[in-house]
């Protein structure tokens, strides 16, 4: 097998193809990542990690709704395989969460953005290196490219924030689709109003806060962890991340 890193885009199956479409987005993620990696704390980090979770959670979802449910079916070792990227995908759930509660002066925050970039990381190196080649070599390109059009129909509607109750798989998080998307995507707009227009600002900030509640009840509902894997699952009303160790200690 080959990894996605070292094939062209003919290779891949040209620019429809969902791998092709895959390693255009790490790229873009890695660069982010360097990008966070040399930028000080503040406004300016703010910018770059909402970029991340702008490319990263659409990424991941349509994914999660398109793609797993395909290799589950080709591959003996499916199952296994998706679920180790599912918990990968989990995981930067929580941590962003985690992050999302702490300030930008807390001693806890440079060790989670550290373990996040690290589980970023891992989660590019085992889908270019492993599950794609072995999807590559199961598929035609044909389908391929049918798989980089859902792929990207997904993408483009798909939540753009953290949800870390919600199933990683169908049916529960094809149900959460429409409404968690919804509530995200007024968000970025409020929030984008906030950040733009002093005048507006407190009541845009207020709307967005009341749509993170709603967001937050709707995740409660049963039926959106429906499909879910024990260890992929994180119990409604369970806190954050318990404080994660410097580097040089235990990951």
């Known amino acids: 097998m080959t990894s996605l890193a070292h094939q062209s885009r003919a290779q891949l199956g040209g620019p429809l193809s969902v791998l092709a479409r895959q390693k255009k987005d790490h790229v873009r993620l890695d660069r982010l990542l360097q990008e966070l990696a ?9 910018r770059v990690l909402r970029r991340i979770a702008r490319l990263v959670f659409p990424h991941a979802f349509a994914e999660e709704s398109v793609l797993w449910p395909v290799m589950r079916r080709v591959l003996p070792d499916g ?15 929580e941590i962003w969460t985690s992050l999302e509660e702490l300030g930008q002066d807390d001693p806890r925050r440079e060790p989670l953005l550290d373990r996040l970039t690290r589980v970023l990381q891992d989660d590019v190196r085992d ?4 599950l794609f080649p072995r999807l590559q070599e199961r598929v035609s390109v044909g389908r391929l490219r049918l798989l980089g059009v859902a ?8 939540p753009t924030r953290p949800h870390p109750v919600v199933a990683r798989r169908p049916p529960g998080n094809a149900i959460a689709a429409l409404p968690l998307t919804l ?16 005048r507006l600002r407190d009541p845009a900030t207020r709307a967005s806060a009341a749509l993170a509640r709603l967001a937050g009840r709707i995740e409660m509902l049963p039926p959106l962890r429906m499909g ?24």
């Open 151 to 158: 792929w990207e129909v997904v993408r483009r509607i798909a």
């Open 183 to 198: 509530t995200d995507r007024a968000r970025d707009n409020l929030d984008r109003v906030a950040r733009r227009s002093e």
């Open 79 to 93: 199952e296994a395989l998706t679920l180790q990227v599912e918990e990968e995908h989990q995981e930067v759930n």
């Open 127 to 130: 889908e270019e290196d492993e």
């Open 228 to 251: 879910e894997s024990s260890t992929t699952s994180r119990a409604p009303g369970a806190g954050s991340l318990p404080p994660v160790e410097p580097m040089g200690g235990t990951a």
């Open 38 to 46: 040399v930028t000080p704390p503040g406004d300016q980090e703010e």
